[in-house]
C-alpha cells in the first residue's frame, strides 16, 4: 500500500483545535497525530485527508504514516501531516470528481479507502493544482529560484518545489540539524533517513523575482524545533550561529541529555555570576 485515504468529520470527532494545528504545520512543518484505521497500513505510506460531514467532502490535508501499532481489532496509526488546509480552503468534491470520476466520495466508507497508483498519480495532480500555495511556506526552496538549467520552473502552487535544490543542500551539509545537530535517522531509525527541513537563509519573500538561489549558501538543514525558532517571534529569522548561541545559552548540550538536576546548577550559577 502507497497512499491511504483518512476520514475527519469534525461533528463527529474534534480534539483537537484544527485552526491552531494548521498554524503548527505553517510554521513547524509538521504535526503528529495518532489515527485509528481498520486495516494494516505499513510506515511511509501517504495519508490524504477527506473532510467530512456537513462542509464536505474536500480533501484538506496530507501526511505520511511513520508507525503503527495494533490494538484489539483496530490498528492506531501516528500520521505526521505536513499540509493542513484551513477549513473553507478545502479542495471540493467536484473537483475531487472530475480527478478521479471513479471514486465515490460521498459513500461513507471512503475513509480508508487504498488508492491505486493511477488514482494516487491523479489525487498528487489534483493537489498540485487545487492544495495550498506554496509561496510564503518556509520549509522549502522557493519556485522558480534554482538556475534554470538544472530544474523546470514550475508556478508557485507546485506541491513539490525544487527538490534539485533541495538536493543540493543536503549534499553540501548533510541531513543533521545544522544547530542542535539532531538526526531524524539516529532518532527515528530507517524512515528518518534524509528527513531535515531546509530554511532560507533570507526569508522567501524577500528575494525579488530574478533572484537566483545557491542551495549552497542561502539554505540551511534544520530540524522541526529549530526551524520554528529560527521564525519564532521575529521578522528576519535568526541564523544558525544564532540558534546555537541560544542552545549554548539555556544549557544544552549537543548529543546530551540535560537532567532537571544540572538546569537548576546553571540557573543558580547564572545567578551567583550576576547573567
Request: proline share 8%.
Amino acid at each position: 500500500m502507497s497512499a491511504i485515504i483518512l476520514g475527519w468529520d469534525p461533528a463527529g470527532w474534534n480534539r483537537w483545535n484544527y485552526a491552531a494545528v494548521v498554524e503548527q504545520v505553517a510554521v513547524t512543518g509538521l504535526r503528529l497525530e495518532p489515527w485509528t484505521v481498520s486495516r494494516s497500513v505499513v510506515p511511509g505510506t501517504d495519508v490524504w485527508l477527506l473532510l467530512l460531514g456537513d462542509h464536505g467532502p474536500g480533501l484538506i490535508g496530507h501526511g505520511v504514516v511513520l508507525s503503527a501499532t495494533p490494538d484489539s481489532a483496530d490498528i492506531t496509526v501516528q500520521v505526521a501531516f505536513d499540509v493542513l488546509l484551513p477549513l473553507g480552503d478545502q479542495v471540493p468534491a467536484e473537483v475531487l470528481t472530475r480527478a478521479m470520476p471513479d471514486a465515490d466520495w460521498d459513500a461513507g466508507d471512503i475513509a480508508g479507502t487504498e488508492l491505486a497508483p493511477g488514482d494516487e498519480a491523479a489525487i498528487r495532480a489534483l493537489w498540485a493544482d487545487h492544495g495550498p500555495l506554496q509561496g510564503t511556506d518556509p520549509t522549502q526552496p522557493v519556485p522558480g529560484t534554482y538556475p534554470d538549467a538544472a530544474v523546470v520552473r514550475v508556478t508557485a502552487n507546485r506541491y513539490e518545489r525544487d527538490p534539485e535544490a533541495r538536493r543540493a543542500c543536503i549534499a553540501h551539509r548533510g541531513t543533521n540539524c545544522a544547530a542542535c545537530g539532531f538526526s531524524f535517522e539516529l532518532a527515528y531509525g530507517e524512515i528518518g533517513a534524509d528527513f531535515i527541513h531546509v530554511h532560507h537563509v533570507v526569508p522567501a519573500p524577500q528575494l525579488g523575482n530574478g533572484y537566483v538561489l545557491d542551495p549552497l549558501t542561502d539554505l540551511v538543514p534544520l530540524c522541526a524545533n529549530c526551524h520554528a525558532m529560527a521564525h519564532h517571534g521575529v521578522s528576519s529569522p535568526r541564523s544558525e550561529a544564532e540558534l546555537r548561541h541560544l542552545i549554548a545559552a539555556a544549557g544544552y548540550l549537543r548529543g546530551t541529555t540535560v537532567t532537571p538536576e544540572e538546569l537548576e546548577a546553571q540557573r543558580a550559577a547564572r545567578e551567583i555570576l550576576g547573567h
